[in-house]
């Protein structure tokens, strides 16, 4: 089984802090991917990457960024918290075709 | 217009009746496409997957795609409370990650 790793299920951060989501994934996928989700407005894409060191803008990257420095792992950067990004922050890693979930982080920014 | 279309819902049928969860796509050249489910407070979780034009059934639930009308369904026989959670369409379009409509909330009523 594909197995989808987050640091943490649940985070509190201050406003104007740095903060790190940590993802790793144990199947070998060139793909990993940060969505972030939020009630009525669904899954949106903020980074991907398909390869070490590669990354790609998404739908909404804005305030955020991303680090690849190993095949199995991805970190998503919030540069400067702030209380517009308190969301559901989702993992995914694929094959190139169906995708595969970590567990989810709830962040909080107050 | 959306890439992805949903009917939020909520779609609500009685324990044992078949539930039918639409989708329709604009991306033409889609190819794959998924059906994902998430439970209040969880990350998606991958249930069906189909290619090609048709059904494909798999234990209690059936996918149908119709690529000319642009149309995706999902269909749970002998619906369980359980099985009450939000479903997630997604087509795979070649950009490397997938699209997420906004999901289809069912409530199986006991």
């Known amino acids: 089984d594909v197995k989808v790793t987050q640091s943490s299920r649940y985070l509190v951060k201050r406003t104007g802090e740095k903060v790190f989501l940590e993802c790793v994934q144990d199947?070998?996928?060139?793909?990993m991917f940060w969505y972030r989700q939020d009630p009525g407005l669904g899954l949106r894409l903020i980074y991907f990457?398909?390869?070490?060191?590669?990354?790609e803008k998404g739908d909404i990257p804005e305030g955020y960024s991303v680090s690849r420095e190993k095949k199995e792992r991805f970190s998503l950067i919030l540069e400067s918290a702030s209380t517009n990004q308190t969301s559901m922050y989702l993992c995914?890693?694929?094959?190139?075709?169906?995708?595969?979930f970590g567990q989810g982080t709830r962040l909080t920014v107050v | 217009q959306k890439e992805v279309e949903q009917n939020s819902g909520p779609l609500s049928v009685p324990e044992g009746a078949i539930a039918s969860l639409n989708c329709t796509y604009s991306d033409r050249g889609s190819q794959s496409f998924f059906w994902y489910r998430q439970y209040s407070g969880k990350s998606p979780e991958l249930i069906m997957s189909?290619?090609?034009?048709g059904d494909k059934e798999d234990g209690r639930f059936t996918a149908q795609l119709n690529k000319a009308s642009q149309y995706v369904s999902l269909l749970i026989r002998d619906s369980q409370p359980s099985d009450s959670a939000t479903y997630l369409c997604a087509p795979y379009t070649g950009r490397r990650a997938l699209t997420f409509g906004s999901g289809t909330r069912l409530q199986v009523q006991p």
């Open positions: 995914a890693s694929s094959n190139g075709y169906e995708a595969f």
């Open positions: 990457s398909y390869d070490v060191k590669m990354k």
């Open positions: 199947m070998d996928h060139e793909n």
């Open positions: 189909i290619y090609s034009n």
